[in-house]
Protein backbone atom coordinates (compact mmCIF):
# COMPACT_ATOMS: atom_id res chain seq x y z
CA UNK A 1 0.00 0.00 0.00
CA UNK A 2 2.57 2.17 0.68
CA UNK A 3 4.58 1.55 -2.13
CA UNK A 4 1.32 2.43 -4.34
CA UNK A 5 1.26 5.61 -2.21
CA UNK A 6 4.93 6.42 -3.09
CA UNK A 7 4.55 5.38 -6.64
CA UNK A 8 1.20 7.33 -7.11
CA UNK A 9 2.82 10.07 -5.88
CA UNK A 10 6.26 10.16 -7.58
CA UNK A 11 4.06 9.72 -11.03
CA UNK A 12 2.37 12.81 -9.53
CA UNK A 13 5.87 14.95 -9.12
CA UNK A 14 6.71 13.69 -12.71
CA UNK A 15 3.53 14.82 -14.26
CA UNK A 16 3.91 18.10 -12.25
CA UNK A 17 7.54 18.70 -13.35
CA UNK A 18 6.37 18.54 -17.24
CA UNK A 19 3.50 20.46 -16.57
CA UNK A 20 5.49 23.46 -15.28
CA UNK A 21 7.96 23.29 -18.31
CA UNK A 22 5.58 22.71 -20.55
CA UNK A 23 4.02 26.06 -19.18
CA UNK A 24 7.51 27.53 -19.49
CA UNK A 25 7.59 26.55 -22.99
CA UNK A 26 3.90 28.46 -23.55
CA UNK A 27 4.71 31.48 -21.54
CA UNK A 28 8.11 32.39 -23.87
CA UNK A 29 6.07 31.19 -26.85
CA UNK A 30 2.85 33.30 -25.86
CA UNK A 31 4.99 36.47 -24.92
CA UNK A 32 7.08 36.05 -28.39
CA UNK A 33 3.50 36.06 -30.83
CA UNK A 34 2.20 38.64 -28.55
CA UNK A 35 4.81 40.84 -29.33
CA UNK A 36 5.51 40.39 -32.86
CA UNK A 37 1.65 40.54 -33.06
CA UNK A 38 1.75 44.25 -31.66
CA UNK A 39 4.87 45.51 -32.85
CA UNK A 40 3.86 44.58 -36.59
CA UNK A 41 0.03 44.81 -36.56
CA UNK A 42 -0.67 41.19 -37.50
CA UNK A 43 -4.59 40.14 -37.09
CA UNK A 44 -5.25 44.43 -36.32
CA UNK A 45 -8.77 43.84 -37.65
CA UNK A 46 -11.97 43.06 -35.65
CA UNK A 47 -9.86 43.17 -32.60
CA UNK A 48 -8.70 39.70 -33.36
CA UNK A 49 -5.33 40.63 -32.15
CA UNK A 50 -6.63 41.48 -28.12
CA UNK A 51 -9.03 38.35 -28.90
CA UNK A 52 -6.10 35.93 -29.46
CA UNK A 53 -4.04 37.63 -26.64
CA UNK A 54 -6.94 37.14 -24.31
CA UNK A 55 -7.33 33.27 -24.80
CA UNK A 56 -3.71 33.03 -23.98
CA UNK A 57 -4.16 35.04 -20.89
CA UNK A 58 -6.75 32.46 -20.13
CA UNK A 59 -5.08 29.34 -21.20
CA UNK A 60 -2.18 30.31 -18.92
CA UNK A 61 -4.15 31.27 -15.69
CA UNK A 62 -6.21 27.94 -15.92
CA UNK A 63 -3.01 26.18 -16.51
CA UNK A 64 -1.52 27.88 -13.80
CA UNK A 65 -4.24 27.74 -11.28
CA UNK A 66 -4.24 23.51 -12.42
CA UNK A 67 -0.68 23.05 -11.51
CA UNK A 68 -0.77 24.91 -8.43
CA UNK A 69 -3.78 22.70 -7.02
CA UNK A 70 -2.30 19.57 -8.87
CA UNK A 71 -5.72 18.65 -10.19
CA UNK A 72 -6.50 16.99 -13.61
CA UNK A 73 -2.52 16.66 -14.97
CA UNK A 74 -2.92 14.81 -17.77
CA UNK A 75 -5.75 17.37 -19.11
CA UNK A 76 -3.41 19.98 -17.76
CA UNK A 77 -0.53 18.14 -20.41
CA UNK A 78 -2.62 18.04 -23.28
CA UNK A 79 -3.78 21.77 -22.96
CA UNK A 80 -0.34 23.00 -22.60
CA UNK A 81 0.98 20.84 -25.34
CA UNK A 82 -1.86 21.64 -28.22
CA UNK A 83 -1.76 25.44 -27.29
CA UNK A 84 2.25 25.70 -27.59
CA UNK A 85 2.06 24.19 -30.81
CA UNK A 86 -0.64 26.49 -31.59
CA UNK A 87 1.21 29.82 -30.45
CA UNK A 88 4.51 28.20 -31.96
CA UNK A 89 3.09 28.12 -35.53
CA UNK A 90 1.39 31.71 -34.65
CA UNK A 91 4.78 33.07 -34.16
CA UNK A 92 6.37 31.17 -36.95
CA UNK A 93 4.05 32.89 -39.16
CA UNK A 94 4.55 35.66 -37.57
CA UNK A 95 8.53 35.85 -38.02
CA UNK A 96 8.03 33.94 -41.63
CA UNK A 97 6.22 37.60 -43.07
CA UNK A 98 8.44 40.17 -41.42
CA UNK A 99 11.67 38.26 -43.15
CA UNK A 100 9.58 37.77 -46.49
CA UNK A 101 8.96 41.71 -46.44
CA UNK A 102 12.54 42.39 -45.99
CA UNK A 103 13.42 39.62 -48.28
CA UNK A 104 10.85 42.35 -50.75
CA UNK A 105 12.21 45.45 -49.45
CA UNK A 106 15.73 44.46 -49.70
CA UNK A 107 16.51 44.53 -53.23
CA UNK A 108 15.76 48.09 -53.13
CA UNK A 109 19.04 48.86 -51.72
CA UNK A 110 20.90 48.22 -54.63
CA UNK A 111 21.21 47.24 -58.34
CA UNK A 112 22.65 44.80 -60.83
CA UNK A 113 23.86 45.29 -64.51
CA UNK A 114 25.41 42.29 -66.41
CA UNK A 115 28.56 44.49 -68.28
CA UNK A 116 30.31 42.61 -70.90
CA UNK A 117 33.70 42.94 -73.44
CA UNK A 118 32.34 42.02 -76.98
CA UNK A 119 33.69 40.91 -80.32
CA UNK A 120 32.28 39.98 -83.80
CA UNK A 121 30.98 36.51 -83.75
CA UNK A 122 33.88 35.54 -86.44
CA UNK A 123 36.93 37.61 -84.67
CA UNK A 124 39.94 35.44 -83.36
CA UNK A 125 39.91 37.51 -80.45
CA UNK A 126 38.87 35.12 -77.90
CA UNK A 127 40.57 36.98 -74.88
CA UNK A 128 40.46 40.74 -73.35
CA UNK A 129 44.33 40.14 -73.71
CA UNK A 130 44.00 40.29 -76.83
CA UNK A 131 42.72 44.25 -76.71
CA UNK A 132 44.54 47.02 -76.26
CA UNK A 133 41.14 49.76 -76.64
CA UNK A 134 37.10 48.92 -76.65
CA UNK A 135 34.95 51.61 -77.61
CA UNK A 136 31.83 52.32 -75.13
CA UNK A 137 29.49 55.27 -74.69
CA UNK A 138 31.42 57.01 -71.64
CA UNK A 139 28.53 60.29 -71.32
CA UNK A 140 25.90 58.10 -71.29
CA UNK A 141 27.09 54.91 -69.04
CA UNK A 142 30.41 55.72 -67.56
CA UNK A 143 29.98 54.88 -64.28
CA UNK A 144 29.19 51.25 -65.10
CA UNK A 145 31.74 51.13 -68.02
CA UNK A 146 34.77 52.53 -65.46
CA UNK A 147 33.62 49.31 -62.60
CA UNK A 148 34.02 47.05 -66.02
CA UNK A 149 37.42 48.32 -66.71
CA UNK A 150 38.41 48.19 -63.23
CA UNK A 151 37.57 44.77 -62.22
CA UNK A 152 39.42 43.72 -65.93
CA UNK A 153 42.68 45.32 -64.48
CA UNK A 154 42.44 43.78 -61.24
CA UNK A 155 41.58 40.32 -63.03
CA UNK A 156 43.32 39.81 -65.82
CA UNK A 157 45.95 43.18 -65.54
CA UNK A 158 44.83 44.06 -68.44
CA UNK A 159 44.68 48.26 -69.11
CA UNK A 160 41.96 48.58 -71.38
CA UNK A 161 41.90 52.00 -73.06
CA UNK A 162 38.38 53.83 -74.14
CA UNK A 163 37.53 54.99 -77.66
CA UNK A 164 34.30 56.99 -76.42
CA UNK A 165 31.17 56.92 -79.21
CA UNK A 166 27.84 58.47 -78.53
CA UNK A 167 25.90 55.22 -77.55
CA UNK A 168 26.07 51.70 -77.58
CA UNK A 169 23.97 51.78 -80.74
CA UNK A 170 26.82 53.78 -82.48
CA UNK A 171 29.51 51.05 -80.98
CA UNK A 172 27.27 48.03 -82.08
CA UNK A 173 27.32 49.49 -85.83
CA UNK A 174 31.37 50.22 -85.50
CA UNK A 175 31.61 46.56 -84.62
CA UNK A 176 29.55 45.12 -87.24
CA UNK A 177 31.42 46.89 -90.56
CA UNK A 178 34.62 46.41 -88.81
CA UNK A 179 36.04 49.59 -87.97
CA UNK A 180 36.52 49.01 -84.50
CA UNK A 181 37.35 45.12 -82.57
CA UNK A 182 35.76 45.13 -79.68
CA UNK A 183 33.16 47.14 -77.58
CA UNK A 184 31.71 47.59 -74.22
CA UNK A 185 27.87 45.91 -73.73
CA UNK A 186 25.80 46.69 -70.91
CA UNK A 187 22.64 43.85 -70.48
CA UNK A 188 20.68 47.44 -70.09
CA UNK A 189 21.12 48.65 -73.48
CA UNK A 190 21.28 45.40 -75.19
CA UNK A 191 17.59 45.24 -75.90
CA UNK A 192 17.63 48.03 -77.23
CA UNK A 193 19.68 47.17 -80.16
CA UNK A 194 17.52 44.57 -80.27
CA UNK A 195 14.95 46.71 -81.62
CA UNK A 196 17.37 47.74 -84.93
CA UNK A 197 18.69 44.29 -85.59
CA UNK A 198 16.92 41.25 -84.17
CA UNK A 199 19.63 38.71 -84.59
CA UNK A 200 22.26 41.08 -83.09
CA UNK A 201 22.88 38.34 -79.94
CA UNK A 202 24.26 36.14 -82.60
CA UNK A 203 26.10 38.27 -84.40
CA UNK A 204 28.54 38.51 -80.88
CA UNK A 205 30.70 36.85 -79.20
CA UNK A 206 31.37 37.58 -75.12
CA UNK A 207 34.72 37.34 -74.31
CA UNK A 208 34.42 38.69 -70.88
CA UNK A 209 31.53 39.79 -67.90
CA UNK A 210 30.99 40.95 -64.97
CA UNK A 211 28.35 42.08 -62.82
CA UNK A 212 28.21 45.33 -61.96
CA UNK A 213 25.84 45.71 -58.42
CA UNK A 214 25.89 49.23 -56.73
CA UNK A 215 24.11 50.89 -54.03
CA UNK A 216 21.28 52.79 -54.28
CA UNK A 217 18.83 55.07 -52.28
CA UNK A 218 15.73 53.90 -52.53
CA UNK A 219 12.47 56.35 -52.20
CA UNK A 220 11.20 56.45 -48.51
CA UNK A 221 8.07 54.46 -47.68
CA UNK A 222 6.48 58.14 -46.59
CA UNK A 223 2.85 56.67 -45.44
CA UNK A 224 2.28 53.97 -42.53
CA UNK A 225 -1.67 54.76 -41.80
CA UNK A 226 -3.06 56.79 -45.19
CA UNK A 227 -6.50 55.79 -46.43
CA UNK A 228 -5.41 56.75 -49.83
CA UNK A 229 -2.21 56.37 -51.70
CA UNK A 230 -0.30 55.67 -55.35
CA UNK A 231 1.52 52.67 -56.35
CA UNK A 232 3.83 52.19 -58.96
CA UNK A 233 3.29 49.04 -61.17
CA UNK A 234 6.47 48.11 -63.34
CA UNK A 235 6.66 45.80 -65.26
CA UNK A 236 10.22 44.98 -66.80
CA UNK A 237 11.32 42.72 -69.59
CA UNK A 238 13.29 40.16 -68.04
CA UNK A 239 13.79 36.52 -66.66
CA UNK A 240 16.48 37.15 -64.37
CA UNK A 241 17.28 38.80 -60.79
CA UNK A 242 14.39 41.22 -59.79
CA UNK A 243 17.41 43.68 -58.85
CA UNK A 244 18.61 43.64 -62.86
CA UNK A 245 18.13 47.20 -63.93
CA UNK A 246 15.75 46.68 -67.28
CA UNK A 247 13.38 48.88 -69.27
CA UNK A 248 9.72 49.08 -67.68
CA UNK A 249 7.29 47.64 -70.33
CA UNK A 250 4.23 48.12 -68.32
CA UNK A 251 3.72 51.59 -66.08
CA UNK A 252 0.81 52.21 -63.75
CA UNK A 253 0.06 53.81 -61.70
CA UNK A 254 -2.60 52.27 -59.01
CA UNK A 255 -4.40 55.25 -57.07
CA UNK A 256 -6.26 53.21 -54.42
CA UNK A 257 -9.08 54.88 -51.98
CA UNK A 258 -9.50 52.11 -48.68
CA UNK A 259 -12.15 54.00 -47.57
CA UNK A 260 -14.34 54.29 -51.05
CA UNK A 261 -12.55 51.18 -51.92
CA UNK A 262 -11.75 52.62 -55.30
CA UNK A 263 -9.08 51.80 -57.26
CA UNK A 264 -8.08 53.39 -60.55
CA UNK A 265 -5.19 52.27 -62.74
CA UNK A 266 -3.55 54.74 -65.13
CA UNK A 267 -1.37 53.48 -67.87
CA UNK A 268 1.04 55.20 -69.55
CA UNK A 269 2.22 53.83 -73.35
CA UNK A 270 5.91 52.74 -73.07
CA UNK A 271 6.26 54.81 -76.06
CA UNK A 272 5.12 57.71 -74.80
CA UNK A 273 7.84 61.10 -75.25
CA UNK A 274 8.40 62.21 -71.86
CA UNK A 275 11.63 64.30 -70.09
CA UNK A 276 13.91 61.62 -68.06
CA UNK A 277 15.23 62.96 -65.18
CA UNK A 278 18.52 61.60 -63.30
CA UNK A 279 20.57 59.52 -65.97
CA UNK A 280 18.06 60.45 -68.57
CA UNK A 281 19.97 64.05 -67.95
CA UNK A 282 15.89 65.85 -68.05
CA UNK A 283 16.07 65.33 -72.09
CA UNK A 284 13.33 63.79 -73.89
CA UNK A 285 13.24 60.02 -74.51
CA UNK A 286 10.61 57.07 -74.44
CA UNK A 287 9.08 56.31 -71.22
CA UNK A 288 10.09 52.63 -71.15
CA UNK A 289 13.64 54.04 -71.35
CA UNK A 290 13.55 55.31 -68.11
CA UNK A 291 13.88 52.12 -66.45
CA UNK A 292 17.27 51.72 -67.55
CA UNK A 293 18.44 55.05 -65.34
CA UNK A 294 16.17 52.36 -62.47
CA UNK A 295 12.79 52.08 -60.82
CA UNK A 296 13.68 55.51 -59.25
CA UNK A 297 13.59 57.41 -61.92
CA UNK A 298 10.67 56.19 -63.75
CA UNK A 299 8.51 56.81 -61.09
CA UNK A 300 10.13 60.73 -61.09
CA UNK A 301 9.13 60.51 -64.47
CA UNK A 302 5.16 60.06 -63.98
CA UNK A 303 5.10 61.87 -61.16
CA UNK A 304 6.39 65.00 -63.20
CA UNK A 305 4.65 64.49 -66.18
CA UNK A 306 1.16 63.92 -63.56
CA UNK A 307 2.23 66.44 -60.73
CA UNK A 308 1.46 63.88 -58.36
CA UNK A 309 3.24 62.43 -55.64
CA UNK A 310 3.91 58.24 -56.06
CA UNK A 311 4.05 56.90 -52.20
CA UNK A 312 5.34 53.12 -53.50
CA UNK A 313 6.49 50.69 -56.00
CA UNK A 314 5.88 47.24 -56.72
CA UNK A 315 8.51 46.08 -59.69
CA UNK A 316 7.65 42.70 -61.13
CA UNK A 317 9.18 40.75 -63.44
CA UNK A 318 7.63 38.30 -66.24
CA UNK A 319 8.69 35.19 -64.17
CA UNK A 320 6.51 36.70 -60.98
CA UNK A 321 3.84 37.44 -63.54
CA UNK A 322 3.84 33.46 -64.53
CA UNK A 323 3.84 32.67 -60.70
CA UNK A 324 1.07 34.78 -59.72
CA UNK A 325 -1.53 34.22 -61.86
CA UNK A 326 -1.07 29.74 -61.88
CA UNK A 327 -0.85 30.92 -57.62
CA UNK A 328 -4.11 32.12 -57.73
CA UNK A 329 -5.61 29.40 -60.30
CA UNK A 330 -5.91 31.57 -63.54
CA UNK A 331 -8.32 35.08 -63.74
CA UNK A 332 -11.25 35.71 -66.08
CA UNK A 333 -11.36 38.54 -68.26
CA UNK A 334 -13.39 40.37 -70.62
CA UNK A 335 -12.21 40.48 -74.16
CA UNK A 336 -13.36 43.30 -76.36
CA UNK A 337 -11.34 42.40 -79.83
CA UNK A 338 -10.75 39.01 -81.00
CA UNK A 339 -7.30 38.57 -81.89
CA UNK A 340 -3.83 35.80 -81.97
CA UNK A 341 -0.88 36.52 -79.62
CA UNK A 342 2.43 36.53 -80.82
CA UNK A 343 3.49 34.57 -77.84
CA UNK A 344 2.18 30.97 -77.45
CA UNK A 345 -0.21 31.85 -80.72
CA UNK A 346 -3.23 31.67 -78.38
CA UNK A 347 -6.66 32.56 -79.88
CA UNK A 348 -8.53 35.17 -77.82
CA UNK A 349 -12.30 35.50 -79.24
CA UNK A 350 -14.31 38.11 -78.21
CA UNK A 351 -16.05 37.73 -74.66
CA UNK A 352 -14.84 36.11 -71.65
CA UNK A 353 -11.56 34.68 -71.85
CA UNK A 354 -10.46 32.25 -68.33
CA UNK A 355 -6.51 32.66 -68.41
CA UNK A 356 -3.78 30.59 -67.31
CA UNK A 357 -0.08 31.38 -66.86
CA UNK A 358 1.20 31.25 -70.26
CA UNK A 359 -2.63 32.23 -71.94
CA UNK A 360 -2.42 35.68 -69.12
CA UNK A 361 1.31 36.65 -70.59
CA UNK A 362 0.50 36.40 -74.62
CA UNK A 363 -2.65 38.52 -73.66
CA UNK A 364 -0.60 40.90 -71.59
CA UNK A 365 2.59 41.30 -74.18
CA UNK A 366 0.39 41.43 -77.73
CA UNK A 367 0.62 44.41 -79.56
CA UNK A 368 0.73 43.72 -83.26
CA UNK A 369 -2.38 42.29 -83.63
CA UNK A 370 -4.16 44.58 -81.83
CA UNK A 371 -6.38 47.56 -83.38
CA UNK A 372 -4.99 50.16 -81.16
CA UNK A 373 -1.53 48.60 -80.71
CA UNK A 374 0.29 49.64 -77.55
CA UNK A 375 -2.83 51.11 -76.13
CA UNK A 376 -5.24 48.69 -76.44
CA UNK A 377 -2.51 46.21 -75.05
CA UNK A 378 -2.41 48.78 -71.90
CA UNK A 379 -5.88 48.38 -71.73
CA UNK A 380 -5.34 44.44 -71.55
CA UNK A 381 -3.07 44.34 -68.96
CA UNK A 382 -5.33 46.84 -66.51
CA UNK A 383 -8.16 43.94 -67.08
CA UNK A 384 -5.55 41.41 -65.94
CA UNK A 385 -4.27 43.47 -63.12
CA UNK A 386 -7.82 44.10 -62.08
CA UNK A 387 -8.62 40.73 -62.32
CA UNK A 388 -5.74 39.99 -59.44
CA UNK A 389 -6.74 42.27 -57.55
CA UNK A 390 -10.27 41.12 -57.45
CA UNK A 391 -9.17 37.55 -56.67
CA UNK A 392 -6.61 38.57 -53.97
CA UNK A 393 -8.93 41.13 -52.56
CA UNK A 394 -11.53 37.63 -52.19
CA UNK A 395 -9.14 36.04 -50.46
CA UNK A 396 -9.51 35.85 -46.97
CA UNK A 397 -7.03 33.27 -45.78
CA UNK A 398 -3.87 34.32 -44.09
CA UNK A 399 -2.52 31.46 -45.49
CA UNK A 400 -3.56 31.58 -48.69
CA UNK A 401 -1.39 34.87 -48.69
CA UNK A 402 1.19 33.94 -46.81
CA UNK A 403 1.86 31.23 -49.98
CA UNK A 404 1.33 33.80 -52.61
CA UNK A 405 3.67 36.20 -50.76
CA UNK A 406 6.09 32.88 -50.13
CA UNK A 407 6.60 32.11 -53.89
CA UNK A 408 6.78 35.48 -55.36
CA UNK A 409 9.51 36.79 -52.90
CA UNK A 410 12.30 36.52 -55.47
CA UNK A 411 10.55 37.99 -58.03
CA UNK A 412 8.83 41.37 -56.48
CA UNK A 413 10.67 44.28 -55.36
CA UNK A 414 8.69 46.59 -53.63
CA UNK A 415 9.55 49.99 -51.18
CA UNK A 416 6.33 49.45 -49.12
CA UNK A 417 6.90 48.47 -45.43
CA UNK A 418 5.44 45.70 -43.68
CA UNK A 419 3.81 48.28 -41.57
CA UNK A 420 1.54 49.97 -44.49
CA UNK A 421 1.33 46.13 -45.88
CA UNK A 422 -0.49 45.12 -42.76
CA UNK A 423 -2.38 48.09 -42.47
CA UNK A 424 -3.59 48.07 -45.76
CA UNK A 425 -4.24 44.10 -44.94
CA UNK A 426 -5.99 44.68 -42.15
CA UNK A 427 -8.26 47.37 -43.54
CA UNK A 428 -9.13 45.18 -45.93
CA UNK A 429 -9.89 42.24 -43.64
CA UNK A 430 -11.75 44.00 -41.68
CA UNK A 431 -14.07 45.77 -44.38
CA UNK A 432 -14.17 42.20 -46.76
CA UNK A 433 -15.65 44.46 -49.08
CA UNK A 434 -14.52 44.07 -52.80
CA UNK A 435 -12.52 46.55 -54.56
CA UNK A 436 -14.20 48.90 -57.49
CA UNK A 437 -11.74 48.90 -60.04
CA UNK A 438 -11.62 51.46 -63.10
CA UNK A 439 -8.86 52.19 -65.88
CA UNK A 440 -7.88 55.06 -67.98
CA UNK A 441 -5.20 55.73 -70.07
CA UNK A 442 -3.10 58.46 -71.33
CA UNK A 443 -3.31 59.20 -75.51
CA UNK A 444 -1.51 60.88 -78.02
CA UNK A 445 -0.01 60.70 -81.63
CA UNK A 446 2.19 58.08 -82.69
CA UNK A 447 5.28 58.41 -85.21
CA UNK A 448 8.32 57.00 -86.20
CA UNK A 449 11.39 58.75 -86.98
CA UNK A 450 10.47 62.10 -85.91
CA UNK A 451 11.38 62.24 -82.67
CA UNK A 452 14.56 61.71 -80.94
CA UNK A 453 15.22 59.54 -78.30
CA UNK A 454 18.58 60.30 -75.86
CA UNK A 455 19.47 57.19 -75.01
CA UNK A 456 19.24 55.78 -78.94
CA UNK A 457 20.15 58.82 -80.46
CA UNK A 458 20.86 57.80 -83.84
CA UNK A 459 17.89 54.98 -84.13
CA UNK A 460 14.46 55.59 -86.23
CA UNK A 461 11.84 54.61 -83.24
CA UNK A 462 8.19 54.93 -82.73
CA UNK A 463 7.49 57.32 -80.29
CA UNK A 464 4.25 59.13 -78.86
CA UNK A 465 3.98 62.62 -78.37
CA UNK A 466 1.26 62.45 -75.59
CA UNK A 467 -2.22 64.69 -76.29
CA UNK A 468 -1.88 67.43 -72.86
CA UNK A 469 -5.57 67.44 -72.60
CA UNK A 470 -5.45 63.80 -72.12
CA UNK A 471 -2.68 63.70 -69.52
CA UNK A 472 -4.39 66.98 -67.22
CA UNK A 473 -7.79 64.49 -67.62
CA UNK A 474 -5.91 61.60 -66.32
CA UNK A 475 -4.23 63.82 -63.33
CA UNK A 476 -7.64 64.82 -62.66
CA UNK A 477 -9.29 61.47 -61.81
CA UNK A 478 -5.95 60.53 -60.12
CA UNK A 479 -6.19 63.74 -57.60
CA UNK A 480 -10.47 62.92 -57.41
CA UNK A 481 -10.22 58.90 -56.31
CA UNK A 482 -7.18 60.08 -53.85
CA UNK A 483 -9.68 63.00 -52.26
CA UNK A 484 -12.53 60.00 -52.07
CA UNK A 485 -14.75 61.66 -54.92
Request: aromatic content about 8%; hydrophobic content about 35%; overall charge neutral.
Amino acid sequence: MKNSRRRRSGQGKTWTTINCALLVLFTLLSILTVYLMFKYHFLAFRNINIFYTAIIAVIFLLSLVLIISQKAKVLTTILLVIFSIITGATAYGFKSAVDLTANLNKTTTYSEVKMSIVVPKDSDVNSVSDLTSVQAPLDSDKTNINALLEQIKSDKNVDLSTEKVDSYQTAYKNLMDGTSKAMVLSGVYSSLLELNDSNYASNLKTIYSYTVSKQVSSKTDKKTSSDSFNIFISGIDTYGSISTVSRSDVNIIMTVNMKTHKILLTTTPRDAYVTIPDGGNNQKDKLTHAGIYGVETSMKTLENLYGIDIDYYARINFTSFIKLIDLLGGVEVYNDQEFTSLHGNYKFPVGKVNLDSEKALGFVRERYSLEGGDNDRGKNQEKVISAIINKLGSMNSIAKFSNIVTNLQSSVQTNMSLDSIMNIANAQLASGDRFTVTSQSVTGTGSTGELTSYAMPNASLYMMSLDQSSVDSAKSAIEKTLEGN
